[in-house]
């Protein structure tokens, strides 16, 4: 077994159980392994947490790339419109619900959740960048700005405000 051959069925697991208060124990069981081979191959918890979460940060954008149109949104609101309609989408729906596991961690004071959702922001940052409109004047203060629409907007929804989003989304227009 290696690091490769045990984060798809780890992510898996965790994809379908949530990630909140998970020990190495149910991971190395859902890998088919011992949790001690779980240290052997990631160090300690915080270890298998950070490659677990940037395994599933790149899997995520593998998924929004997929989803999402070839061609680059004309501006920032088309750029919105288009990431919040895709990670809406039935197929991503587990990233979003494991996204919520992970804050939650990270504000309860989970410092192995807050470091590894940092570094997770970091990735999702970057890849917004990459995929500002072309002519956009500013992609890198372009994209901390959709980044900070995109999330607020993901967790109005996800609590059943999504007409404040939609409501936002209509101000940013005009």
């Known amino acids: 077994m ?3 051959t045990l984060l798809p069925a780890m992510a898996a697991h965790v994809l379908e159980h949530g990630i909140a208060g998970v020990s190495l124990r149910p991971l190395a069981k859902a890998a088919g392994t011992s949790d001690r081979m779980l240290i052997y191959h990631f160090g300690n918890r915080q270890g298998a ?13 593998t998924g929004l790339e ?11 609101r088309e750029t919105v ?11 991503l729906r587990p990233f979003m ?7 939650a961690a990270a504000a309860s004071g989970d410092e192995t959740f807050r470091k590894s959702a940092a570094s997770t ?3 999702l940052l970057d890849w917004l960048e990459a995929h500002m409109p072309e002519d956009d ?10 980044l900070t629409f995109i999330e607020g907007s993901q967790m109005l929804d996800a609590v059943g405000r999504a007409d ?11």
């Open 81 to 91: 419109r288009q990431i919040l309609e895709v990670t809406a989408a039935d197929e």
């Open 164 to 174: 404040i989003a939609e409501a936002g989304l209509a101000a940013l227009e005009g």
């Open 66 to 76: 997929a989803a999402l149109p070839a061609k680059r949104a004309r501006n920032r």
């Open 121 to 123: 922001m970091g990735l």
């Open 137 to 146: 004047p500013d992609p890198r203060g372009g994209a901390r700005l959709l």
């Open 2 to 4: 290696t690091r490769e």
């Open 97 to 103: 619900r494991l996204w919520w596991d992970v804050v």
């Open 49 to 61: 947490i950070d490659a677990l979460l940037d395994y599933l940060a790149k899997l995520y954008e």
